[in-house]
């Protein structure tokens, strides 16, 4: 039987990740001291492997299929297959930045002032380059972790780092002053196993599944029933994907009305429905919308 050999990401990533195949359909479970986790599907096996490391893994086939940043992507100078954008993190579904980052009291106001300065991170590699592709010299050296201390602490000029809220850098009296890149989570795979038929529509089968799981967030699916005389008024309040499903109900008098909305409008929304004469209103959750 062919296997499908896929890394999950440890780390800040990690039970974002699991929670995303849960409600893909597939239950990944391990101890604390394992990094192989059993998965309920017998044609795949899973690894835990660092975001930083896992598209080196996934090039050199050590295995055929991982999640990790756009950024370690870039910073490892991968040749993998981008699959698919997954756009989640460990605090919401958004887009996270590298950023310049400088204390609150320093005279440096935007990259050019980074002229011979010194600058600390764990982006490394993608950090030298981008300054040299834009002529300024500095002095970059790896952060082992706490970077934003060093930059508190003035003992580096600079620090570059990765943000989702801006909260960690306004907590520490720090300020931003140039954005480097946006990423996000990627699906990756291997080329040579791209290119296998059976992984490939397994490969597939995943992305379209943790796709769909992403596309129901932050959404609930509306269940209600209405008069055809309150039809007109019911449905130019209801928002959904493209267009609520309408059916006729035993009555000719009356409708079924289904449609996907946002969640942070249903607490707003359910009452007006109500008094444009809406009934019998379900609120249910989704897992995908595919």
């Known amino acids: 039987m062919s296997i499908l050999k896929l890394g999950i990401p440890k780390g800040s990533l990690e039970n974002n990740t699991v ?26 096996t899973c690894t835990l492997v660092r975001a930083q490391e896992m598209s080196r893994y996934v090039e050199d086939g050590h295995l055929d299929l991982g999640l990790t940043g756009i950024d370690w992507i870039l910073e490892n100078e991968s040749d993998v297959i981008a699959v698919q954008d997954l756009i989640y993190s460990k605090v919401s579904i958004r887009q996270a930045r590298w950023v310049l980052v400088v204390r609150e009291d320093s005279p440096y106001k ?29 002095h970059v050296e790896f952060s082992w972790g706490a970077t934003e201390a060093k930059a508190v602490e003035g003992l580096v000029d600079a620090i570059v780092e990765v943000t989702e809220t801006g909260s960690t850098i306004k907590a520490n009296k720090l300020r931003v002053i140039h954005d480097l890149m946006k990423t996000n989570t990627q699906l990756i ?100 919308v595919i």
């Open 110 to 138: 935007s990259i050019e002032d980074m002229e011979g300065k010194h600058i600390s991170t764990e982006l490394v590699n993608f950090t030298k380059k981008y300054f040299a592709e834009r002529n300024i010299n500095v």
């Open 19 to 44: 929670d995303l195949f849960k409600k893909a359909g597939w239950r990944i479970s391990y101890d604390s001291r394992s990094y192989f986790p059993d998965i309920d599907d017998p044609e795949i």
């Open 189 to 288: 795979a291997n080329r040579l196993a791209f290119r296998d038929p059976w992984k490939r529509k397994k490969i597939e089968q995943i992305r379209i599944l943790l796709v769909g799981s992403l596309q129901a967030m932050g959404k609930v699916g509306l269940k209600l029933n209405v008069s055809k005389e309150n039809l007109g008024k019911v449905m130019s309040l209801l928002p959904s994907l493209k267009a609520p499903t309408i059916s006729g109900l035993y009555s000719e008098e009356w409708f079924a009305v289904e449609s996907v909305i946002d969640t942070g409008v249903v607490r707003d929304l359910i009452p007006v429905l109500l008094e444009a004469g809406a009934e019998g209103i379900i609120e249910y959750p989704l897992n995908k």
